[in-house]
């Protein structure tokens, strides 16, 4: 089974960060990344540009405007893509990720969610 | 014993998955034991998997493969726990949980007693809610998916994933025993084990809930476990636990038709029932009463061989099996056990003592919202021409019941009432 897992935080309190501050943070995420590497079961972990766009269907048509589908404080920060047994053996692999263990001021966090096979083939 | 090099290439990837099904639980079992930590010990059992599928196609088999493995993951795993203890002091600055490290090597323990019984104690801890004990045991000892057991208990795999995560941090609270209970302890201990082999198995056999009356999973999984459990343990009321299991398996496939619909017991066809498992049951029923049991799970083993037998006879033998009725509710007097009861009357002797028993319970009140009560009392009222009564109490148990087979056997008896 595949989960995504959805790394949301505050933006604007990251946003707030010295440049000192972020580079610390940036090398404690690091040791986190290396553990969670290592169990071989993360099929992808990428970081997110804060620029959105969203398209919306409108009398039929893709509609392209700047800006979040929704306006809100926590936005998802990252994405990672496991691959894993169950759903526990997920969120054991998850609970590696810095999100889990760091950044509680950051209001960082988790969301696991499993992908629905065979939806898009 | 493969180890030359020309034999190499005969290890095949599809062996070593082979030997990860038949081997994966006993091997985590060991690694829990010699790990302390369930999640170590599930990480540590990956990568000794991982490192098998690596090395065994290129250097061949090992000797005792089941070994190999718990002495990889026990290595990997204490690599991991090395690793996280000091990005835990690096970064949070807390001391490291106190715990003997590192964890003894692994013995020859591990190829006498089979790990797996102890681990079936260390998730059935009286400290944990009797729903996380049945989930663990699923996932750890049976290896079921969280998904599997969610889909069994039709309950989302979320909130399963969530009982099973604070199950295992109560454990690590409380400190993992990974231990056959001591002489004081087992009877309790035993006892405990024991029902959530029972709630397991009964969840397969009749199902509360749902689309399908029969979950095999479940109950093969109950009697699996509760085999292993007479094997390495042996006691009377486990016999006779699993005498009860095999005995009522027997009639699974004449239980339900092709289309899924609950069949009664005498409109069973006796030819469909196992008679492998009813003569095992029989041998294991034997065999609890050699030991000196006749405890309550042992008068319910008897009264299902009893209803067994008569696939041979085709008579059922009504008063042994009132006789040994009473003899249950006399150790065992809950209002479930008098309920059978007063069914077994009703069908062996008639309505009259069947409706007095039933009252009782009925003023009692407590079976107020168990489907099978009222559908007993529907029975009762038809068989005593009462028909508006029996249409009322058959509604009732309609309304209550959430199993789809159930409800519409419910229907077809209603739909009898009216013609």
Redesign the interface.
């Known amino acids: 089974m595949k989960y995504l897992c959805l790394l949301y935080g505050n933006q604007e309190k990251v946003g707030r960060l010295s440049k000192e501050e972020f580079s610390a943070l940036v090398e404690r995420c690091k040791k986190y990344d290396e553990e969670l590497r290592g169990t071989g079961a993360v099929r992808m972990v990428e970081s997110l540009e804060w620029d959105v766009t969203t398209i919306r269907p409108q009398n039929g048509k893709p509609t392209v405007m700047d800006g979040p589908f929704v306006e809100t404080r926590d936005v998802v920060g990252s994405v990672m893509i496991i691959e894993a047994r169950d759903l526990n053996e997920a969120i054991r692999i998850a609970s590696l990720h810095p999100a889990a263990n760091m950044g509680e001021d950051l209001e960082w966090g988790i969301e696991v969610r499993p992908i629905a096979e065979g939806c898009h083939q | 014993m493969k180890g030359s090099g020309e034999l190499t290439t005969e290890t095949t990837r599809g062996e070593v998955e082979q030997i990860y099904l038949a081997e994966s639980r006993r091997v985590f079992a060991s690694l829990v034991r010699l790990l302390g930590d369930f ?1 170590l010990a ?2 540590a059992l ?1 990568e000794a998997f ?1 490192a098998a599928l690596e090395q065994w196609p290129r250097d061949g088999l090992p000797a005792r493969p089941r070994a190999w493995l718990v002495s990889v993951g026990r290595f990997r795993g204490i690599d ?1 726990q090395r ?2 203890r000091r ?1 835990e002091r ?3 600055e807390e001391p490291p949980p106190a715990r003997p490290w590192p964890p003894p090597a692994p013995d020859e323990i591990d190829e006498v007693e089979d790990p797996r019984l102890a681990l079936l104690f260390a998730c059935c801890r009286p400290e944990l809610p009797r729903d996380a004990q049945v989930a663990l045991t699923l ?1 750890e000892v049976c290896g079921l ?4 057991i969610g889909r069994a208990y039709l309950t989302k ?2 909130t ?2 969530q009982r ?2 604070r199950a295992k941090q109560k454990i690590r609270e409380l400190g993992l025993k990974f231990e056959i209970p001591d002489r004081d302890e087992l009877p309790a201990r035993r006892e405990l084990v024991l029902e959530v082999l029972y709630l397991v198995f009964n969840e397969g056999y009749a199902a509360s809930r749902g689309s399908t009356y029969i979950r095999t999973d479940l109950s093969d999984e109950a009697i699996r476990l509760t085999r292993l459990l007479c094997e390495l343990l042996p006691h009377p009321d486990c016999e006779s636990l699993l005498a009860l299991f095999l005995l009522q398996d027997a009639r699974r496939a004449a239980r339900t038709s092709s289309s899924g619909e609950l069949i009664l017991f005498s409109e069973q066809d006796r030819d469909l029932w196992d008679q492998t498992r009813l003569r095992e049951g029989k041998m294991w029923l034997e065999r609890a009463l050699t030991g000196g049991a006749f405890g309550s799970i042992t008068a319910r083993a008897a009264i299902a061989l009893v209803y067994g037998e008569s696939a041979e006879t085709g008579v059922i033998d009504w008063p042994q099996i009132i006789a040994l009725h009473e003899y249950h509710v006399a150790l065992d007097p809950q209002p479930v056990s008098r309920l059978a009861r007063a069914i077994a009357i009703l069908e062996g002797e008639g309505p009259k003592r069947a409706a007095s028993l039933l009252d009782e319970l009925a003023v009692e009140g407590s079976l107020e919202h168990f489907p099978p009560f009222h559908a007993a009392r529907g029975e009762l009222f038809r068989r005593l021409g009462r028909i508006s009564e029996a249409r009322s109490a058959y509604e009732r148990a309609f309304a209550l019941s959430q199993s789809e087979p159930e409800r519409r056997l419910l229907e077809r008896k209603l739909g009898e009432l009216i013609s």
């Open positions: 999640d599930e990480e990956q991982g991991a690793r996280r990005l690096a970064i949070a996932r998916t969280t998904e599997e795999p979320s399963i994933a099973i995560v």
